[in-house]
């Protein structure tokens, strides 16, 4: 595929603007700077002469291919995110392409304390001859998801300069904030107007995601009862210490992200905060199976009410919040979606695997939101870290494997 502009090209510029996710923030996008790369996608969809091409006032990019079949099929979406995760900085972002990789270990020149080696990343043993690119070692480089836009940008690029590939109208999206569970916040779905869709944020070459965790949030919040350090013997309760107390009590060997793998589910504290009269935990829960959240969301309650029962004075709240559910759900009532893309990998003599996601992207709330939509592979890899890494070719591969997919939608007919 000889694009004017490659694949790799537009990672490495796309990965130099910074595109930091800002959790708590009150403005969509949560960080402006993400609508620097909005733009230049805008601009560049424009220039290779795509139609319905526009930036909406929430940030999200639209873009389509118009069909060249003489009958009506299915309208596809290749949807990616613009963010990057707030676990770790995105600021000058310095890509650095390793040619040729032959297995040794990659040192990241600004931090050398960053090592990249197949023995802890053992991916990299398929990688063999590949053109790896990492960050320079104070950053994440940003594959995730930048290497899904840049697949996105090549394939359309592509399609562009090759009319007489058969195909029905293709969409095109990006969206903002995905990394915070925004992502598809403010999406006019009837704006985007297609039938079915996947998400380019996948990780190892050949494999496709159907099943996503299925996720909530659990705030609690508890009153303590304030005195005067001085004189609070038998009256004092510190809010902060129950809060304590309580996370004390969890599991240590079980039911955390750090004891669970595969389908197993957790639940996960992910900040304290507050004062000795009031003070509050979040977590997050998750697991593959929603009627086992339930019941994680249960226990989780039992282990609160143990601990308040010390304390039996004291009000509290316990907040369950619904974030997404496993996308599953729905591509299971629309299995072809998931097995053309397979049928396109298999073509391409790529080592297919179907596999599911520990976590959850735009497709598992877009599956709910009326577009069943899988995860296809990008190439990234060790994400939201300094060692983050993606191959040139993987990403050429999901190219090529979105070329081969839109041509076996064009045999679904309406």
Known sequence: ????????????????????????SETFPSSL??????????????????????????????????SNLA??????????????????SGTNVKPIVHRNYQGQDITLPDDTTQVLSAKNHPYLTKKIGDDIITASGH???????????????????????????????????????????RGVDFLNMERLNADYGYTLDGGPLGSIENESFSADAVSITVDGIAQHPGYAKGKMVNALKVVADFVASLPKDEWSPETTEKREGFVHPVSMSGELETAQVTFIVRDHDTQLLYKHEDRLKELWNATLANYPTLKSTFTVTEQYRNMREVLDTVPFVTDYAMQAMEK????????????????????????????????????HSRLEYVSVQDMEKATSTLVELIQIWANHKK
């Open 33 to 66: 700077k993400q609508l620097d790369l909005a733009r230049v996608l805008t601009q560049e969809l424009k220039d290779l002469g795509l139609e319905e091409v526009e930036m909406d006032e929430h940030g999200y990019v639209f873009g389509s291919i118009p």
């Open 1 to 24: 595929m000889a694009n004017k502009y490659t694949v790799e090209e537009r990672f490495l510029r796309y990965v130099q603007i910074d595109t930091t996710a800002q959790p708590g």
């Open 139 to 181: 950053t994440l480089l940003g594959a995730d998801d930048k290497a899904g836009v840049a697949i996105i940008m090549a394939f359309a690029e592509y399609m562009m300069q090759n009319p007489q590939i058969p195909h029905g109208k293709i969409r095109v999206l990006f969206t903002p904030d995905e990394e915070i569970g």
């Open 71 to 88: 009958y009506e099929v299915p309208t596809i979406c290749f949807c990616s995110h613009m963010d990057t995760a707030p676990d770790c």
């Open 348 to 383: 391409l003599d790529l080592p297919v695997k179907l596999d599911l996601i520990r976590g959850g992207t735009d497709g598992s709330r877009l599956s709910f939101l009326g577009l069943p939509c899988p995860d296809i592979f990008t190439g990234e890899m060790a994400i």
